[in-house]
């Protein structure tokens, strides 16, 4: 990720607009900020969310509050839990998420 035109900013994500994404089953709950280069999210998956697509796009993901699994095509599975986090670069491994319980994200892209 090569970030530019970013200029110094704070963000009260609870001032950013809510979008809603439907899944395969569940509910996404996306607050995003596009910012020069980059996509910043805040986002929420209800319990039992299971991913529509399989995701080829590049992220940085950090596990804030829940649990959440990512499968990627390859068949194998990630577990991760709050403080965790996880990068992939674009078109390297795509990926598709899920959550029991729901799970709350942060993600830069």
Known sequence: MHIENVPFGVTDWAQVPRTEHAGETGVAWWRTLEIGNIRVRMVE?????????????????????????????????????????????????????RTKGGVKLFIVD
């Open 45 to 97: 998956y209800s319990a039992g969310y299971i991913a529509d697509h399989w995701c080829s796009r590049g992220h940085v993901l950090l596990v804030l509050e829940g649990e959440l699994v990512t499968e990627l095509e390859d068949g194998s599975t990630h577990v991760l839990r709050a403080g965790e986090s996880y990068q992939v670069a674009d078109r390297t491994a795509p990926h598709r998420s």
